[in-house]
């Protein structure tokens, strides 16, 4: 084989795996239309740890494709909501990792509902290490202080790992 079809290939197979130096997208709030905030916080109500997490939306949020990040690990995390799209689907994945030194968790809850104009979500992340599970139950208030709030039923999906960022990150469970 050739240099010139070695190194050709070589680029097809990075291209292929996702290795390419694909940029990841941070998310854009919404310029117009009607809008809904959201925000994530850790089980005790508090940002999370630099470096402890990433946070994922997605364009199409049924099969999550054309995923960006609406927090990357290397961000500071805050209280802060976040400007989204309401009055159609919205979809999220928390990418969270642990170590005990011998062996790395994962647990990335995906889930998916749709937001009303005008309303404050605050999903909040659990892992339990003894099960091994993760949750990412979400609630909703007419205000940002979170006062009389309701408990929201998204629906919850089963996250896939894609080969790009286009690729579809979630299925229907």
Same mark, same amino acid.
């Given at each position: 084989?050739?240099?010139?079809?070695?190194?050709?290939?070589?680029?097809?197979?990075?291209?292929?795996?996702?290795?390419?130096?694909?940029?990841?997208?941070?998310?854009?709030?919404?310029?117009?239309?009607?809008?809904?905030?959201?925000?994530?916080?850790?089980?005790?109500?508090?940002?999370?740890?630099?470096?402890?997490?990433?946070?994922?939306? *997605?364009?199409?949020?049924?099969?999550?494709?054309? +995923? &960006?990040?609406?927090?990357? #690990? =290397?961000?500071?995390? !805050?209280?802060?909501?976040?400007?989204?799209?309401?009055?159609?689907?919205?979809?999220?994945?928390?990418?969270?990792?642990?170590?005990?030194?011998?062996?790395?968790?994962?647990?990335?809850?995906?889930?998916?509902?749709?937001?009303?104009?005008?309303? *404050?979500?605050?999903?909040?992340?659990?892992?339990? +290490? &003894?099960?091994?599970?993760? #949750? =990412?139950?979400?609630? !909703?208030?007419?205000?940002?202080?979170?006062?009389?709030?309701?408990?929201?039923?998204?629906?919850?999906?089963?996250?896939?790992?894609?080969?790009?960022?286009?690729?579809?990150?979630?299925?229907?469970?």
């Amino acid at each position: 084989m050739n240099n010139k079809l070695r190194i050709g290939l070589a680029i097809f197979f990075i291209y292929l795996t996702g290795c390419g130096g694909l940029k990841q997208q941070m998310y854009q709030s919404p310029m117009s239309g009607d809008v809904a905030y959201i925000r994530l916080l850790d089980k005790d109500g508090l940002p999370f740890p630099k470096n402890s997490i990433s946070v994922a939306t *997605y364009a199409e949020p049924e099969t999550c494709t054309r +995923r &960006s990040f609406l927090l990357h #690990y =290397l961000q500071e995390p !805050s209280l802060s909501y976040v400007k989204i799209k309401a009055g159609e689907p919205f979809s999220m994945s928390v990418h969270f990792g642990v170590s005990d030194g011998l062996m790395n968790t994962t647990c990335i809850p995906v889930i998916n509902f749709q937001p009303e104009a005008g309303r *404050y979500y605050t999903a909040q992340f659990f892992y339990s +290490r &003894s099960e091994g599970s993760c #949750y =990412l139950p979400l609630k !909703s208030s007419d205000s940002p202080s979170m006062g009389p709030f309701r408990i929201e039923k998204p629906r919850a999906m089963i996250f896939s790992n894609g080969f790009t960022e286009n690729s579809s990150f979630c299925k229907a469970k």
